[in-house]
Structure formats: structure tokens, C-alpha cells
């Protein structure tokens, strides 16, 4: 017997496990084999078959894992970079209110806008917010010597 299927565009439906193993197995040379010599090699190919599906569900549920552990190191390190996004974002948001900070204390002072003071300290809050927050730090009265000595490093006094 002879089965014909069509193309990938045809409509004959294609034969199923169950269909292939009523066809009855035909020899090498073209003769049918003995009805006992059928079930026994159908009951090889049966059990093939269970195997076989066995390892394909095994392989692609350990696919899976991986693409499951994949994917979530992935997930993992986005959150690292968005973490580390917050936090620059974080430290931006407390700079600009350290410079705040700064030029409400610099006002207190009462140094004029033209003095060299004033525009020492304007210059060391451009330098890093490390010199930012000793200014915050400092009493107002250490504050002139500091901005002094600072100028005097600069070439300013």
C-alpha cells in the first residue's frame, strides 16, 4: 500500500501515530510481513515513539529552565541598572539642594556679589559637592578663614 501526501498547501489531512500503526508493515521486498512479526515490531514502534516523546518533553521543559534562569538574569541586571539610575538621579536631586544650601548660608554672610570672598566660595561650590558639604558643615565664623585659605591655594588673595 502506497501512501500519498500532499504538499505543505495540501488539504489531505496527515496520517496520525494510530493511522501508521494500522498500515501493515511491509517488507523490504515489497511483501507483507507475518501478522505476529507486525505487532511485535508495531509494539517496538509504539514504545520507541513513548521514549521519544519522554526525552522531547525532558529537553524542552530543560530548554525552558534555561530560558527561564536566562530571563531572569536578565530581569536581574535591568534592576541593577535601574537602580544605579535611581541613585545618580537621587545624589543629582540632593547636589542641587546642597547648592541651595549653600548659597542661603553664602547670603548670611552678607559679603557683596563683587567681593573676592563671594566669588571664592562660588568657585569652590562649582569644584564638588564634597567642598559643598564642608561648606554646610563650617560655622559661620570659620567660614572666612576657610574661603581665605582656599582663594590663597587658587592664586585668588
Not at 99 to 114: D, N, P, R, S, V
Request: include cysteine.
Amino acid at each position: 500500500m502506497v501512501l500519498i501526501v500532499g504538499g505543505p498547501s495540501s488539504t489531505i489531512p496527515h496520517p496520525s501515530m494510530e493511522m501508521i500503526d494500522q498500515i501493515a508493515p511491509v517488507d523490504i521486498d515489497g511483501t507483507q510481513m507475518e501478522h505476529g512479526a507486525s505487532e511485535e515490531s508495531s509494539n517496538r514502534s509504539k514504545q520507541k515513539r513513548k521514549s521519544s516523546n519522554e526525552d522531547v518533553s525532558y529537553e524542552s521543559s530543560g530548554r525552558s529552565k534555561k530560558g527561564k534562569q536566562t530571563f531572569n538574569a536578565h530581569l536581574m541586571e535591568v534592576g541593577e541598572d535601574i537602580r544605579k539610575v535611581a541613585h545618580m538621579l537621587l545624589e543629582k536631586h540632593n547636589q542641587s539642594n546642597d547648592i541651595h544650601a549653600c548659597m542661603e548660608k553664602l547670603e548670611t554672610l552678607g559679603w557683596e556679589e563683587f567681593d573676592a570672598k563671594h566669588q571664592t566660595t562660588l568657585l569652590l561650590f562649582g569644584e564638588s559637592a564634597d567642598l559643598r558639604k564642608v561648606w554646610l558643615e563650617l560655622k559661620p565664623h570659620t567660614c572666612e578663614m576657610w574661603v581665605k585659605n582656599a582663594g590663597a591655594k587658587y592664586g585668588l588673595f
